[in-house]
């Protein structure tokens, strides 16, 4: 038999409990109860900012971002050519309702225009010495990812940023709970979003979540997310009720995966690089770069042995110029290295890390015997 690796959600009392109360109180059926208003004071308070809110996806979260900050169409947005596809997707949808007041010399353009920057050599995170010189006088905002456990530069993002006058979304999906430069990930940003999607550390399946220290770019995300009294795509009570214990024991679950990945680290073969450098970081992945020359196999041909060794391994994102219309985007130096993420990155999902030393011990063997069986 194959062996599979682990599902998750893993089954949490506390959740099944809170899911059980709900529905007991009546919550589950009701526009507005306890639960969504809680997990948005509880968001906050996590990642002492003085606003979150709540919403049906991390990908309107981001979008809810960009129109807090005023992206409208015509206006170009930074991002790295090595990010998440629905991030750029969302620039190009941006073009309907456009919230950013006429310019002089404003000409009508199709959407929202997606630059993109290299990602750095060493962990494959969004290159911050190559923002400044992306920016123009079209530029509204910069999109920043923490991927695959990897971080990104905050601090000196937000100094170009501010001397520009440019607005951050600082996309935490795949790292609430980790610490950038001594702040929670998702509050460098003028917008911090993250994802309560089905794979995702904190899930209900689906929802979204932005954190805001600015009230009037939160009072803007609020306006836009809401259709007269009511919000049109909004996170239900049933769903904030399964996420308020997950949010509670959210920094005891990091400490625990991060320590997982030490372990796993130290036994790795240097053909596998990790991306994840920083301590405090938080692991939705745990990305490495892959060095098929060194293993001896492909990159495809890697996943599969260790997928069938019963490790979840999978090819990192596609690089978002690979393979699209050069008119989509425009290019803000040259994208070598996020070429070879798209190319080379292969990432091990989080729920092992959930586990014990044992478990991830096993993974280290496996990754071994593949190696072994190459080498
Ligand atoms: C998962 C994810 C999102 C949002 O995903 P949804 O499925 O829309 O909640 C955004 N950015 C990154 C980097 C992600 O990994």
Known sequence: MTPTPPAWPIPDPDVHAAVAAALASGSWGQYHGEH???????????????????????TVAVEAALRALRVGRGDEVVMAAYDYESSFLTLHAICTRDLSPAKPGFTAAPSAKPVLIDVRADNWQLDETKLEAAITPQTKAVICSHLHGGIVNMPAVMEVARKHGVGVVEDAAQAPGATVFGKPAGTWGDVGTLSFGGSKLLTAGRGG????????????????????????????????????????????????????????????PSALKPLAASLGAAFYKLGFQYDPTAFGLSREAFVKAMRAEGVAFDAGFKGLHVGRSPSRYRAAGDLTNAAAAHERCVTLHH????????????????????????V
């Open 36 to 58: 969504v208003c809680a997990l948005e004071a509880e968001l906050a308070a996590f990642h002492q900012v003085p606003h979150a809110l709540t919403c049906a996806s991390g």
């Open 209 to 268: 979540a932005l954190l805001f220290n600015d009230a009037a770019t939160h009072q803007r995300a609020k306006t836009y997310l809401h259709r007269g009294l009511q919000q049109w795509a909004p996170l239900s009570e049933l769903q904030a009720a399964a996420l308020r214990p997950q949010l509670r024991k959210l920094r005891e679950a990091t400490a625990h995966r991060a320590a997982r990945v030490g372990e796993l680290l130290a036994q790795l």
């Open 351 to 374: 729920p092992v890390l959930s586990g014990a030393t044992s478990d991830v011990l096993q993974v280290a063997e496996a990754i071994a015997k593949v190696y072994r069986s190459q």
